[in-house]
């Protein structure tokens, strides 16, 4: 059975969610303010890229790098670049 990992920001009063679904199966969820924008389900450990963009006027394109260790070595880790600043997302509680 997988985990669940989830990663938060706020920006400019939008929300950035990524959540991580790790084991044998694995996913990766982008939300923005809270609606899913992508879902990936990338095949074995390693890097993962994801783009999207905050609805902004002109709209805000962001990327997440989620990386994914092999399978029981470790936890996955999240890093945002938004506005050309690289940060690592926190992750918080899952319910």
Do not use: N, Y
């Not at 679904?21 to 992508?38: A, H, P």
């Not at 999240?78 to 940060?87: A, D, R, Y």
Request: a negative charge.
């Amino acid at each position: 059975m997988g985990r669940h990992h989830q990663f938060h920001a706020d920006h400019g009063g939008h929300s950035i969610t990524v959540t991580v679904r790790s084991g044998v199966s694995r996913e990766v969820d982008l939300l923005v303010d809270g609606k899913e924008v992508v879902h990936l389900a990338p095949r074995g450990a390693g890097t993962t890229l994801v783009a999207g963009e905050l609805p902004d006027d002109p709209p805000l394109p962001f990327r997440v790098t989620v990386h994914q260790p092999r399978f029981g070595s470790g936890l996955p880790q999240c890093t945002l670049l938004l506005g050309g600043v690289e940060t690592p997302l926190p992750e918080r509680a899952v319910a």
